[in-house]
């Protein structure tokens, strides 16, 4: 079993900062792939940012320059560093850890939510 732990969301003013993060525990091997994803309301659930064990990242177009992802591998945590944050960034972000070994595993966090106001 393995648990995601998220914080960090809350309400701020649009160009304003948050940081999220994400701890995981329980039984892991060696996560290769932590991510972040959002779901505002009426709309499906997409990417923000991923980072591999290897120190690749990839962001949605519509956050980079302005969000950062990162990790600490030694914690199996990761980060969400959120500046400049506009309304439209409002959501429910869920973090997702993924590794395979021997089969696929696959794990979501219980979301927090993030509100930008105008």
């Known amino acids: 079993q393995v648990e995601l732990v998220e914080s960090g969301g809350g309400l701020v003013q649009a160009g304003g900062s948050l940081r999220l993060s994400c701890a995981a525990s329980g039984s892991i091997f060696s996560i290769n792939t932590m991510g972040w994803y959002r779901q505002a309301p009426g709309k499906q659930r997409e990417l923000v940012a991923v980072t591999t064990n290897g120190g690749s990242t990839n962001y949605a177009d519509s956050v980079k320059g302005r969000f950062t992802i990162s990790r600490d591998n030694a914690e199996n945590t990761v980060y969400l560093q959120m500046n400049s944050l506009k309304p439209e960034d409002t959501a429910v972000y869920y973090c997702?850890?993924?590794?395979?070994?021997?089969?696929?595993?696959?794990?979501w966090g219980q979301g927090t939510q993030v509100t930008v106001s105008s």
């Open positions: 997702n850890v993924h590794w395979v070994r021997y089969r696929e595993y696959n794990y």
